[in-house]
């Protein structure tokens, strides 16, 4: 009985010895797997800094000139001793607009927007045109967008604030100063695209002087 037992203890001590050569033998199996993973994304990691170091470049250098480069602080000086206070003061005169408008109860909402840039389109010939246009001048749709709505704030804000009118001798004037305007047209004909062009002309004097004087009074503080 005792040689059966210790036979029997034997071997479960076998087996338990044995079974942690097992484990050992899936774990060799299994290494490879996870070091071929480790060394793709250290490959795609390595990748990703190279491309980012060639798009993130421009911020720092802006351009080279026979293997001299021409920092981004460099060029952003030169525009800024240049162009700094004339664009400080297109982009504050725009702060002070919409404030104005909001003060006056006047919004531009996407529809008056998009007629504006309706008639536009249809001043110029079509969208085409349009987009030649805005190409040609450097404008992006987002930056043409912007100018429509504050285009459309100014006529807003001037019909609200001023009262404007033009008289027949007013328009008569203008065509017959202006005839080669109208080639094989009467005054009939073009009385009423006279009379809206002198109503938009005396809205743009009217809010001139005024806006000139709102900015006076505005507290803008330029540090360029």
């Known amino acids: 009985m005792k040689t059966k037992t210790t036979t029997r203890s034997l071997r479960r001590t076998v087996d338990e010895v044995n079974l942690p050569e097992k484990e050992n033998t899936v774990n060799v199996s299994v290494a490879p797997k996870k070091f071929f993973v480790l060394l793709a994304f250290v490959v795609l990691f390595g990748a990703i800094l190279v491309i980012g170091a060639k798009k993130f470049k421009s911020l720092v250098v802006a351009g080279m000139v026979n293997g001299k480069p021409v920092t981004r602080w460099e060029l952003e000086k030169t525009m800024n001793d240049r162009y700094g206070k004339l664009v400080f003061d297109d982009i504050a005169s725009n702060i002070l607009l919409k404030q104005l408008a909001d003060q006056n109860g006047v919004s531009a909402s996407d529809e ?33 967008h912007e100018e429509m709505k504050i285009q459309v704030l100014v ?70």
Request: a positive charge; proline letters at 1%; glycine letters at 2%.
């Open 112 to 144: 008056d927007v998009t007629k504006e840039i309706t008639n536009t389109e249809t001043r110029l010939g079509g969208k085409e045109a349009l987009q030649s246009t805005l190409d040609r001048m450097g404008y992006t749709t987002a930056r043409f």
């Open 155 to 224: 006529q807003k804000l001037s019909e609200k604030l001023f009262k404007v009118d033009v008289t027949e001798d007013e328009i008569t004037k203008f065509f017959n100063d202006n005839k080669t305007l109208f080639p094989q047209k009467t005054l009939a004909e073009v009385k009423a695209d006279i009379k809206l062009n002198l109503v938009q002309q005396k809205f743009q004097q009217e809010f001139s002087t005024w806006f000139t004087e709102q900015k006076k009074k505005a507290n803008i503080q330029s540090y360029l």
